[in-house]
C-alpha cells in the first residue's frame, strides 16, 4: 500500500480542444504524454488521487488542503463552462495529514477555505483521467495548495503526506500539477528573461533523473526570475516519495507557447535509505551558511548580528568596537533587505542619516526590517539560517528633471506628489526598465499612473 507512483503534469487550458479550437496541435507531445500517463493510472486503479496545485487557495505561512465530501468546478473562467467536474475528497485521509500535521505542529490543515470550486490546477488533469475511463464514483481524491514556506517545508510535509497513506492502507497515485517557466519567449503572453530556458532545463534535468536533491538545490535567483509556478508542487511530491526507490521517465517537454510545459513519469519501488534527500538538503544549507557568512563583509555582519540578536532576545545591540572607522565617522541612509529563498523576506531603510553613524544606522534599519516591514509577518527564530542580506547605503539624492536622467541598473528613484512619497532602490531583480522603477515607485507611494510627480535619484553602494 501507500504511493505507487507519481507523475509531474502541466495545467494548460489551451491544451483542451473545446479551449484551444485547434491550437492545441501545436503542444502534441504534451497531450500525447498527458494521456499516456492518464491511461497508466487508470491501470494502476488507485484508491485515491492526490493533486498538488499552485492555483488552489495559497497562504504564505500555511498548506491548504480543501475540506468537505464533494467539490465541483468548470472552466468558465476559459469561455468553456461545459466542461466540467465533480469529485469526491478522500475525507479520512484529509483527516488523517491534518491530525497528524497538527501533531508534529507543523502548518498544514483545512482551515481557510475561501474558494472550494476546483482550480483549473486540478481540472486539467481530471479532464484526461476522464477521457482515459477513471472511475470517478470509486476513486477519491485530495486537492492540496502550496504555501510560501521554505522548500525543506515543501519536502516536509511530503512526508508527512505519505506517512498518512500508510497508516490508512491507501493505494495512492501523487500527481505534481504545475507549469514550468512562463517567459519563454519575447512574443509570449509573458516576455522573455534568459533565466527562463534554463530553469526549465534544470527542472527537467533533476526530474528526468530522479534527482530530487537537485531540484531543491536549484539556484534561486533563477527560479524567481523565470516565473515559474510548478517548482514547489514538485518539492512535496519529492518529500512524499522520500527514502523510496524511483525510477523516471521523461514522456515530453514543449515551450510552444512561451511556457514550459513538462511530463515525467515516475516507478516507485522499495525502500532507498540513500535517498533521504531531506538531511542531504539540511547539511547542504548549512555548507551554504557557512560560506556566506565567511564571505559577508562587516556592513552585512552587522546586520546579521543585530537582527539575529533582536530575533533571540528582542533586545538592541550596542555598536561593537571593531568596526571599519568609516562606520562610526560616516552618516548616510541606508536600506537592509532579507531574503529567504530568493524572495523578499523584509526592507526597511533611511533615505537619509537618521542615527549618529553608519553603523547604528544598520542595526536600526536591520531590526525594522526583521519586525516591521507591514508585508511580512515578524521573522523568526527558525528563519535566521536561511536569510541573506544585502545593505545599500544611499549617497545624497538629487533633483532630477527628466527620465532620461535616470537609469535603472545605476540609480534608485524617489518619486513625491504632496505628501505622498515613494523610493525604490536601482538595480532589482525584475524590474529592468525606468518605466518600470517608476510604475512601482508610484505605486508604493499611493500614486496614480498617470499623476505628475517630483523625482530625484541616487546611488548606492550595496554590500552582500
Not at 543585530?306 to 572607522?325: M, N, R
Request: charged content about 25%; aromatic content about 10%.
Amino acid at each position: 500500500m501507500g504511493i505507487l507512483g507519481a507523475a509531474v503534469v502541466p495545467h494548460p487550458p489551451i491544451i483542451l480542444p473545446e479551449i484551444g479550437n485547434g491550437e492545441e496541435e501545436k503542444i502534441s507531445a504534451t497531450k500525447t504524454a498527458y494521456e499516456e500517463v492518464a491511461r497508466r493510472i487508470v491501470d494502476l486503479n488507485p484508491d485515491t488521487i492526490i493533486i498538488t496545485t499552485p492555483h488552489s487557495i495559497m497562504y504564505a505561512d500555511y498548506f491548504h488542503i480543501s475540506p468537505g465530501e464533494v467539490a465541483s468546478g468548470n472552466m468558465q473562467q476559459f469561455r468553456a463552462r461545459q466542461v466540467a467536474f465533480k469529485i469526491n475528497y478522500d475525507v479520512d485521509l484529509v483527516k488523517q495529514i491534518s491530525l497528524d500535521a497538527m501533531t508534529e505542529k507543523f502548518p498544514a490543515g483545512t482551515l481557510g477555505e475561501r474558494n472550494p470550486e476546483l482550480d483549473h490546477g486540478t481540472m486539467i488533469p481530471l479532464y484526461f483521467l476522464e477521457k482515459a475511463g477513471l472511475d470517478f464514483k470509486r476513486v477519491k481524491f485530495l486537492r492540496i495548495g502550496l504555501s510560501g514556506l521554505s522548500r525543506a517545508i515543501h519536502y516536509k510535509f511530503g512526508q508527512i503526506i505519505n506517512a498518512a497513506t500508510e497508516k490508512l492502507g491507501r493505494r495512492i497515485f501523487f500527481l505534481a500539477s504545475g507549469d514550468l517557466s512562463h517567459k519563454l519567449k519575447a512574443d509570449g503572453p509573458y516576455g522573455y528573461v534568459e533565466e527562463a530556458p534554463l530553469f526549465d532545463f534544470e527542472v527537467m534535468k533533476n526530474l528526468s533523473a530522479a534527482d530530487f536533491f537537485g531540484l531543491l538545490t536549484m539556484d534561486n535567483t533563477i527560479c524567481s526570475r523565470a516565473a515559474e509556478c510548478g517548482h514547489r508542487s514538485f518539492q512535496i511530491m519529492a518529500g512524499a516519495l522520500d527514502r523510496r526507490d524511483v525510477t523516471a521517465e521523461k514522456l515530453s517537454y514543449e515551450g510552444t507557447f512561451g511556457v514550459g510545459y513538462g511530463v515525467v513519469w515516475f516507478n516507485i519501488g522499495g525502500e532507498n535509505p540513500a535517498r533521504d534527500f531531506d538531511r542531504q538538503y539540511a547539511e547542504y544549507k548549512e555548507e551554504e551558511l557557512i560560506k556566506r557568512k565567511a564571505t559577508e563583509d562587516d556592513y552585512v555582519k552587522l546586520a546579521r548580528y543585530s537582527l539575529e540578536t533582536f530575533v533571540k532576545t528582542k533586545k538592541v545591540v550596542a555598536v561593537p568596537d571593531d568596526l571599519p572607522e568609516e562606520l562610526f565617522t560616516t552618516r548616510a541612509g541606508a536600506f537592509v533587505s532579507l531574503h529567504k529563498d530568493g524572495n523578499l523576506r523584509g526592507c526597511i531603510g533611511t533615505t537619509q542619516a537618521s542615527q549618529e553613524n553608519l553603523a547604528e544606522e544598520i542595526i536600526h534599519n536591520a531590526i525594522s526590517a526583521c519586525s516591521r516591514d507591514p508585508r511580512f509577518d515578524p521573522v523568526t527564530v527558525d528563519e535566521l539560517e536561511d536569510i541573506e542580506y544585502s545593505v545599500d547605503v544611499l549617497s545624497p539624492a538629487e533633483r532630477v528633471f527628466s527620465v532620461s536622467d535616470l537609469d535603472v541598473k545605476r540609480y534608485g528613484i524617489i518619486v513625491a506628489n504632496g505628501t505622498r512619497q515613494g523610493l525604490l532602490l536601482p538595480d532589482l531583480e525584475g524590474v529592468d526598465t525606468v518605466q518600470e522603477q517608476l510604475a512601482i515607485a508610484k505605486r508604493k507611494a499611493g500614486i496614480r499612473s498617470e499623476e505628475k510627480v517630483l523625482l530625484w535619484r541616487f546611488k548606492v553602494i550595496r554590500h552582500k
